[in-house]
């Protein structure tokens, strides 16, 4: 025990060396600057927007469509002058949309003929806060739209509100997971979950990649600087240098993933005021359809993802041996990565469940497939396939932990290599 | 009295046999050669000691350990230095001394006199604050061959001491293993310089083709072979072994 951590410490020191810090600084600097940078833009994308608005009718009806767009979301500056005067001008001004109200807006308006109103976009950059005109001419149509028909309707139908004729169906939402069922907008419940794990594939996927990555390399580096012969002539038996190893790469693993996560959340995430505000509001929601997860679920969880952790460990400690140098080391690491590759992208963008058969298998035959939907499984009851890959987790790692240390035990932690040029592996 | 003992010591890879029954003893306090050229088995033989690889047949008995049954207990009593060791390259040459001692030691007292021992035996004065990654083969090699041998192993497998250096630095190494053994411990060299080892060894085995072709003490074997040296005496015994 004494010897086992002696050589801990050292396989800790040896990955944790200048090079690593270096990179994690450097990650979390630039991280830093890019979340900066982007939370600006942002809060100049959300903030009011500023539109200049050319009011060629002047009349009572145009006044007002003006007052209730200062009302909206928009801050209003008013020009004056001939259209392509005031469309010139503003070319030298940081102004980004213009509206003209054409002349006659009222008449027509009363006569109930269609209206144009025109609206010049000018575009300078494709920033957030640049690409958000669209969406702006979009809103301003839309509460204009709203303006005119609520100004119809109160003149024809003077006793009924116009938001009751204009939406006469009122819709009660219901949402129904397994046996339990709850009122309220499932679109926004997904949306919560969505943003609420989106956090999770991208942490697993880190800390899996990290840690194979750190066992390889450790391994291919002792090959490659002459130390492993010695290493493995001292008193410590081998299966304690595996493990030392294994150990070290997914304590590293664990620690460069967090310090990674922590500089992506600084680089992207989102103005998080709404969003919890929203999700708080969807709490007693989601708790009665049971898509919370308790302390017992976070500890299945960490029991999925400790154990896929052994199994990326133990293949990455067999691919070390095979490895003769770094290069190699990290040729062989790039399969382990379209490995860990699969599942992540399968967990964001598809749903395991509703996928054929065989693709199903080939996924969950990955064995980091499992903790990426272990959240998922045990919130919508499919305990089954939860305690399955859990077991066919463990077979694979005590497989594999045998495998591994039995190749540390006998001769072939050196003799094991890749033939390139033959294409096969010589045990 | 024989402390290491080989008896019908083979190795295969495969199709390939690389030992094919090498039998030999080193006694305790002495310096055993075994001399060959490339290809001759020398290192499989030191890396099976070693307990680095597993012998395909024979048996290996080391103060009594059987090599087969207890590779751990053996590892305690033995060091080995490679042919193309190398160190950690991000340690200080003190430091991995440092890590080294610590698997043998017992205690701390112990770590320090075996790292003080080392500092003795690699004479790198200063430099062993700077980093292994800047040191040249030479300064490597001596601190290599300190790890070897500071914790005073009942018996170290040397492999090649001398390989890479130039003249200075070889005489150093060879200097430091001839008085090593004076504290009573034993050594089972390989080289293929002749010279070297008739230098330093009380006794040789000239191997061939996976076989022992003959031991004994140096002067023994010159007189057995009617030579000035071992080189001829080699020549002479792999022409009588055809």
């Given at each position: 025990?004494?010897n086992f951590?002696?050589?801990?410490v050292?396989?800790?020191?040896e990955?944790?060396n200048k090079?690593?810090?270096?990179?994690?600084?450097m990650?979390?600097?630039i991280f830093?600057?890019?979340?900066n940078?982007?939370?600006?833009e942002m809060?100049?994308?959300i903030?009011?927007?500023?539109?200049?608005?050319l009011?060629l009718d002047?009349?009572?009806?145009?006044r007002n469509?003006?007052?209730?767009l200062n009302?909206?979301s928009?801050?209003?500056e008013?020009q004056?002058?001939?259209?392509?005067?005031v469309?010139?001008?503003?070319?030298?001004s940081?102004?980004?949309?213009?509206?003209?109200?054409?002349?006659?807006f009222?008449?027509?308006?009363?006569?109930?003929k269609?209206?144009?109103?025109?609206?010049?976009?000018?575009?300078r950059?494709?920033?957030?806060?640049?690409t958000r005109t669209s969406e702006?001419?979009?809103?301003?149509l839309?509460?204009t739209n709203?303006f005119?028909s609520?100004?119809?309707l109160?003149?024809?139908l003077?006793?009924i509100?116009?938001?009751?004729?204009?939406s006469p169906?009122?819709?009660?939402e219901?949402?129904i997971v397994?046996?339990?069922m709850?009122e309220?907008s499932s679109?926004?419940v997904?949306?919560?979950l969505?943003?609420?794990?989106?956090?999770l594939?991208i942490?697993l996927m880190m800390?899996?990649?990290y840690?194979s990555?750190?066992?390889?390399?450790?391994?291919a580096m002792?090959k490659?600087?002459?130390?492993l012969?010695?290493l493995?002539t001292?008193p410590?038996?081998?299966?304690a240098?595996?493990?030392?190893?294994?150990?070290?790469a997914?304590?590293?693993?664990?620690l460069?993933a967090?310090?990674?996560?922590?500089?992506?959340?600084?680089a992207?995430?989102?103005p998080?005021d709404e969003?919890s505000s929203?999700?708080?509001?969807?709490?007693p929601?989601?708790?009665q359809?049971?898509?919370?997860i308790?302390t017992?679920?976070?500890?299945l969880?960490?029991l999925?993802?400790?154990?896929?952790?052994?199994?990326?460990?133990?293949?990455a400690?067999?691919?070390?041996v095979?490895?003769?140098?770094y290069?190699?080391?990290?040729?062989?690491n790039i399969?382990?990565?379209?490995?860990i590759?699969?599942?992540?992208f399968?967990?964001?963008?598809a749903d395991?469940?509703?996928?054929?058969?065989?693709?199903?298998i080939l996924v969950l035959?990955i064995?980091?497939?499992?903790?990426?939907?272990?959240?998922?499984?045990?919130?919508f009851?499919?305990?089954?396939?939860?305690w399955?890959?859990?077991?066919?987790?463990?077979?694979f790692v005590?497989?594999?932990l045998?495998?591994?240390?039995?190749?540390?035990?006998?001769?072939?932690?050196?003799t094991?290599?890749l033939?390139?040029?033959?294409k096969?592996?010589?045990? | 009295?024989?402390?290491?003992?080989?008896e019908?010591?083979?190795?295969s890879?495969?199709?390939?046999?690389?030992?094919?029954?090498v039998?030999?003893k080193?006694?305790?306090?002495e310096?055993f050669?075994?001399?060959g050229p490339?290809?001759a088995g020398?290192?499989t033989?030191?890396r099976v000691?070693?307990?680095?690889?597993?012998?395909?047949a024979g048996r290996?008995?080391?103060m009594?350990?059987?090599l087969k049954?207890?590779p751990?207990k053996?590892?305690?009593k033995?060091?080995?230095l490679?042919?193309?060791?190398g160190?950690?390259r991000?340690?200080?040459g003190q430091d991995?001394?440092e890590?080294m001692?610590r698997?043998?030691?017992r205690?701390?007292?112990?770590?320090k006199e075996?790292?003080?021992?080392?500092?003795?035996?690699?004479?790198l004065?200063v430099?062993?604050?700077?980093k292994?990654?800047t040191?040249?083969?030479?300064?490597?090699r001596?601190l290599l061959?300190a790890r070897a041998?500071?914790?005073?192993?009942?018996?170290?497998?040397?492999?090649?001491p001398?390989?890479g250096?130039?003249?200075i630095?070889?005489l150093?190494?060879r200097?430091?293993?001839?008085?090593?053994v004076?504290?009573g411990i034993?050594?089972?060299?390989?080289s293929h310089?002749m010279?070297?080892v008739?230098f330093?060894s009380?006794?040789?085995a000239?191997?061939d083709q996976?076989?022992?072709?003959d031991?004994?003490?140096?002067?023994?074997?010159?007189?057995k072979?009617?030579?000035?040296?071992?080189e001829?005496v080699f020549?002479?015994?792999v022409r009588s072994s055809l």
């Open positions: 025990m004494k951590s002696h050589l801990l050292k396989e800790i020191k990955l944790v090079q690593l810090i270096i990179s994690l600084a990650m979390l600097l830093g600057f890019i979340g940078v982007t939370k600006k809060k100049k994308a903030a009011k927007q500023k539109i200049a608005v009011d002047r009349s009572e009806l145009s469509l003006i007052g209730t009302m909206a928009f801050i209003i008013e004056s002058g001939e259209k392509e005067e469309i010139q001008k503003l070319r030298q940081d102004l980004g949309l213009l509206v003209v109200i054409p002349p006659g009222s008449q027509e308006v009363s006569d109930f269609p209206v144009e109103v025109e609206t010049y976009s000018y575009l950059s494709i920033s957030i806060s640049g702006v001419v979009k809103a301003l839309d509460t709203d005119l609520n100004q119809y109160k003149k024809r003077p006793d509100n116009p938001a009751e004729i204009k169906i009122k819709n009660r219901f949402i397994k046996d339990r709850a309220g679109a926004a997904i949306g919560t969505y943003l609420q794990s989106y956090l594939p942490i800390i899996i990649m840690s990555q750190m066992v390889i390399t450790a391994i002792e490659q600087n002459k130390t012969e010695t493995l001292v410590i038996s081998r299966q240098i595996a493990l030392a190893k294994m150990l070290a997914g304590l590293v693993g664990l460069s967090a310090i990674y996560l922590y500089g992506f959340q600084m992207f995430s989102f998080t969003l929203a999700s708080g509001g969807l709490a929601i989601l708790k359809l049971g898509l919370t308790d017992q679920g976070y500890v969880f960490g999925s993802l400790f154990l896929a952790i052994l199994c990326a460990l133990s293949i400690t067999v691919l070390g095979l490895a003769e140098d290069r190699t080391a990290q040729s062989l399969p382990l990565v379209f490995l590759l699969v599942p992540y399968i967990s964001l963008f395991i469940n509703t996928m054929s058969l065989p693709a199903k035959a064995p980091f497939s499992h903790p990426f939907f272990a959240m998922q499984n045990m919130m009851g499919h305990m089954g396939m939860f399955l890959g859990l077991a066919y987790n463990l077979v005590t497989v594999m045998i495998w591994t240390t039995r190749i540390f035990a006998t001769d072939r932690v050196l094991m290599k033939k390139w040029g033959k096969k592996v010589v045990l | 009295m024989a402390v290491l003992e080989v019908g010591l083979k190795k890879y495969g199709q390939l046999e690389a030992l094919k029954g039998n030999f080193v006694d305790q306090g310096i050669g075994l001399i490339n290809g020398k290192t033989t030191l000691v070693a307990t680095l690889l597993t012998p395909s290996v008995t080391f009594g350990f059987d049954k207890n751990e053996f590892r305690e033995i060091s080995y490679p042919e193309e060791a160190a950690y991000n340690m200080r991995y001394l890590f001692a698997f043998y030691a205690n701390q007292e112990e770590v075996y790292v003080s021992r080392g500092q003795q035996i690699s004479d004065g430099r062993l604050k700077d292994v990654g040191y040249s083969k030479g300064m490597t001596k061959l041998l500071m914790t005073k192993p009942a018996l170290a497998i040397l492999d090649e001398t390989s250096l130039d003249v630095n070889s150093e190494v200097e430091t293993i001839k008085n090593f004076k504290q034993s050594v089972l060299l390989s310089n010279l070297e008739e330093l009380d006794r040789v000239l191997i996976g076989q022992i072709l031991s004994g003490t140096p002067q023994q074997l010159k007189d072979y009617q030579a000035l040296n071992l001829i020549k002479n015994a």
